[in-house]
Nanobody
């Protein structure tokens, strides 16, 4: 069974900082976490890229978060982190962890359950 366990998020004022983390765990199987990342979805909007990080540390950011958000990972523990600084009300959304996990049987993509981030003005 695959789980992406997200933590962090919550309510913060404009200009504040929040951190998210997501740990991939698999019971009864051997796997390798490849690209991991975060996406977000605000009410009435499509899910959009926040940031991704490959296994070798290459990063990609959505235009709206460049320079404010930082993604990192602990590859040994299959965990990805997101530090969100200078938060704005428009950053309010449900943030979803995403991971490409490689098993002997192939590569599969998974989503976390989502964590709410609310930025008050």
């Amino acid at each position: 069974q695959v789980q992406l366990v997200e933590s962090g998020g919550g309510l913060v004022q404009t200009g504040g900082t929040l951190s998210l983390s997501c740990a991939a765990s698999v019971s009864g199987d051997i796997f390798r976490a490849n690209t991991m990342g975060w996406y977000r979805q605000a009410p009435g909007k499509q899910r959009e890229l926040v940031a991704t990080i490959t296994r070798d540390g290459s990063t990609r950011y959505g235009d709206s978060v460049k320079g404010r958000f930082t993604i990192s990972r602990d590859t040994a523990h299959n965990t990805v982190y997101l530090v969100m600084r200078s938060l704005k009300p428009e950053d309010t959304a449900v943030y979803y962890c995403n991971a490409d996990l490689f098993f002997e049987r192939g590569n599969f993509n998974y989503w976390g359950q989502g964590t709410q981030v609310t930025v008050s003005s």
